[in-house]
């Protein structure tokens, strides 16, 4: 048996993973966003020669590209979770929205991907092919999921993007599994990634946020559609309500607004608490008083308003509606931008935290004076977590370390090693590796 590691490999984004025995299976199929798009090292021949996929999770860098295995003839099912299918719909219509004639992939490829779909609920063993799939909770986003496969003999979990924290939404992935190998995720592996606690990561937004608006400002928050976003407004409502933070509209942007209705939807994967608020009273988080919808395309309701707080995307300012909220809102000092999410080498999120006063937008040098922060919110786990999910997973011989910035990953791997006495790879993109 093999792994070939087509994405995904000494980088954030477009992972893609394909494991080789008795049947050929695909785990993941993403893109990656800088300024241009990257797509996995697949071609068409091995897109169909394929068993099957897995996607596990929404968010594009592991799901962008799979409509595209169809367009190269690729017949099989995909397997993810309900709510993962339902967001990843949401995803891949705005992404071929956006790309237009642009795009590796049409309409119709995105319905065969959604035909094709089997629905896999959490800790249930997949009945079809040789080699059975189970999905364990991953914490990281509604319906994330990890992996475990059993093929040939051979047992491999991959994490997809993994957080062992309890978030507002959604409760941390659990440790104690059994594999030969191990795929593992490495975004925040450094030795000096750890994550402060949740409360202070709240603390620190709102703090921001009424530093802002007591200048008579309007805070924008960069926001990815699907978790982040979800988690963010949740905390904004809950400390609004509290009083902690000063009554103000909430205006929600880009695709969040849709996202939200599938969070609804899908309420029996969230946590208890927030399912009994959902389902049972008049306490949704996710119907609040204080969110709004822009009225018009030009934004200029907005842009009205003395204060406001702006929940948009894209989180690493690759597109969407924040392009409209920093050419109009960035030249100004009282106003101020939040940043909540990982921030990917080469985006222009990455680029401001890192001290520009420039960027490019829609072709368009714009100066950028408003205050720049950043709350360290998260979903995926540290340094500390990973090693400690490494050290519980029993009988592990081989360790794959991928989804991590290349000059990061060396300390990860040599603290998993040490905790587990496993041999511990890390892998380039194009290489295969036998198990």
Known sequence: MEISFLGGAGEVGRSCILVSGSEKILLDCGVKFKERE????????????????????????HSGFAPALYAAGYTGQVYLTKPTRDLTQLLLADYLRLQKDFSPYTQDDINKLLTHTQILEYDQWSDKGKGPIR????????????????????????TGDINLRSSRLLEGAKVGMEADVLIIESTYGAKANHHIAGKDADRILIDNINAALRNDGKVIIPSFAIGRGQEILSTLESFMRSGSLEKTPIYLDGMIKKALKIYRHNAI????????????????????????????????????????????????????????YLEHLAGSKKNAMILVGYQAEGTRGRKLLDGAKEIELRRKTVEVNLKVSQAPFTAHSDHRELVHFAKNVRGLKKVFIVHGE?????????????????????PEIGETHQI
């Not at 389902?279 to 308003?305: A, G, H, N």
């Not at 998993?416 to 041999?423: C, D, L, S």
């Open 406 to 426: 290349k000059e990061k990953l060396g300390e990860l791997a040599t603290a998993i090693r040490r905790a587990t006495g496993a041999e511990v790879v890390i």
């Open 38 to 61: 990257e797509f996995p090292q697949l071609d068409n021949k091995t897109a169909r020669s394929l068993d099957r996929a897995v996607i596990s999770h929404a968010h594009m860098d």
């Open 269 to 324: 994967y969230l946590k208890k608490e927030v399912q009994r608020r959902i389902l049972t009273s008049d306490d949704d988080p996710f119907k609040s008083e204080f969110y709004l919808i822009p009225k018009s395309k030009d934004r200029r309701d907005v842009f009205e308003q003395k204060k406001a707080i702006i929940v948009t995307t894209s989180g690493m300012l690759n597109g969407g509606p924040v392009f409209t």
């Open 135 to 158: 999905f364990q909770e991953a914490g990281h986003i509604l319906g994330s999921a990890i992996t475990e496969l059993n093929l040939d003999g051979k047992k491999i979990i991959y």
